[in-house]
């Protein structure tokens, strides 16, 4: 064999190997930088020890505080901890919540070192909607300024609201009333009564076409929407 293809195969064998180290070292670090990072984040200066509720007036806090907790709980693949405040899973958090309680109009979560704070903003009632079999409290429902039908009226509560009666099949909840604007007109209305000591206690409908306002002097109107 000629003395140059010779050497031409040893530094093609010493190339070979320097390759097959490096490729080896390189692994070797990507593998220990993971599985470093995968154990600091574990750590309790990185982890969220606390959950802090605000806005919960119609949502149970407890029960939004375990939402975040089972999320929080465990480990992800390759062992990653799920309460490291950088890697939690923060919008799995808010749309359960969101998805669970029809009261939540939004939330916003703030994210520390060990804590977080949940943020929730709810739903303002301004009327309350009962079917119209309904003679009492039990079976009536919250409105919200949008018109729609969005938690059940807590049996202890100081709002005084007006009524709004008609005849919704199964649940009510996340249905309309009437359309925003047409609930607008009815405030509005209210509103003028109000000019010469009237006021609107109950509106209700049959067939969610023709309206009887029913006032606190038992002025009774009808119109048509």
């Known amino acids: 064999m000629p003395k140059g293809k010779y050497q031409t195969g040893k530094v093609r064998q010493r190339r070979r190997k320097v390759l097959i180290f490096r490729t080896v070292l390189v692994s070797v670090f990507v593998l220990v ?3 470093g990072t995968a154990y600091f984040s574990h750590s309790e200066n990185v982890n969220i020890k606390t959950i802090n509720i ?63 704070n949940i943020i929730i903003e709810e739903y303002i009632p301004v009327a309350r909607w009962c079917d119209n079999s309904s003679l009492d409290q039990a079976g009536c429902y919250f409105v919200n300024d949008e018109s729609e039908i969005f938690i059940e009226e807590p049996l202890v509560n ?15 909840v996340g249905k309309r009333y009437v359309s925003e604007k047409f609930l607008n007109g009815i405030f509005l209305f209210d509103d003028l009564l109000g000019d010469i ?13 023709t309206f009887i306002l029913s006032t606190n002097e038992g002025f009774v109107p009808f119109f048509k929407l």
């Open 33 to 35: 930088l993971f599985v």
């Open 54 to 116: 605000e806005g919960d007036n119609f949502v149970p806090a407890s029960e939004v505080e375990n939402i975040a907790k089972d999320y929080l709980n465990g480990s992800y693949w390759f062992g990653f901890s799920k309460s490291n405040f950088l890697i939690y899973p923060k919008q799995k958090i808010v749309k359960t919540i969101t998805d669970q309680y029809t009261a939540v109009k939004k939330i916003k979560i703030q994210t520390n070192l060990k804590s977080i």
């Open 158 to 172: 100081t709002y005084e609201f007006i009524t709004l009666r008609n005849v919704i099949e199964n649940s009510p």
């Open 197 to 209: 000591d009237l006021g609107i206690v109950e509106v209700s409908t049959e067939d969610n076409e």
